[in-house]
Nanobody, 114 residues
Framework: QVQVVESGGGLVQPGGSLRLSCAVS????????MGWYRQAPGKERELVAD???????NLADSVKGRFTISRDNAKNTVYLQMNSLKPEDTAVYYC????????WGQGTQVTVSS
């Protein structure tokens, strides 16, 4: 079993920044990749960024140049640094851990509004 806990969401003005954190615990040696997804009201959940155990990263076209995914292995934590935020980035952001099965966090709300 893997436990996934997100933190760091909130309200920010357009153009602002936020950093989301995702801490994992449990059978973390089984994790092959971690990622951030988001779901806006009335829309499907979409991949924002992911990072493999080997360090390869992937970002959605809509966030390239603005978001960065990184990890701190010592802290078993993955981060999503979000800069130049836009109102269309407003969503619930979920952390995902891919192991023998998928594990999801509870989600954290990000609201970009003036």
């Amino acid at each position: 079993q893997v436990q996934v806990v997100e933190s760091g969401g909130g309200l920010v003005q357009p153009g602002g920044s936020l950093r989301l954190s995702c801490a994992v615990s449990g059978s973390i040696f089984t994790i092959v990749a971690m990622g951030w997804y988001r779901q806006a009201p009335g829309k499907e959940r979409e991949l924002v960024a992911d990072i493999t155990s080997g360090g390869s990263t992937n970002l959605a076209d809509s966030v390239k140049g603005r978001f960065t995914i990184s990890r701190d292995n010592a802290k078993n934590t993955v981060y999503l640094q979000m800069n130049s935020l836009k109102p269309e980035d407003t969503a619930v952001y979920y952390c995902h851990a891919r192991a023998l099965r998928s594990y999801w966090g509870q989600g954290t709300q990000v609201t970009v509004s003036s």
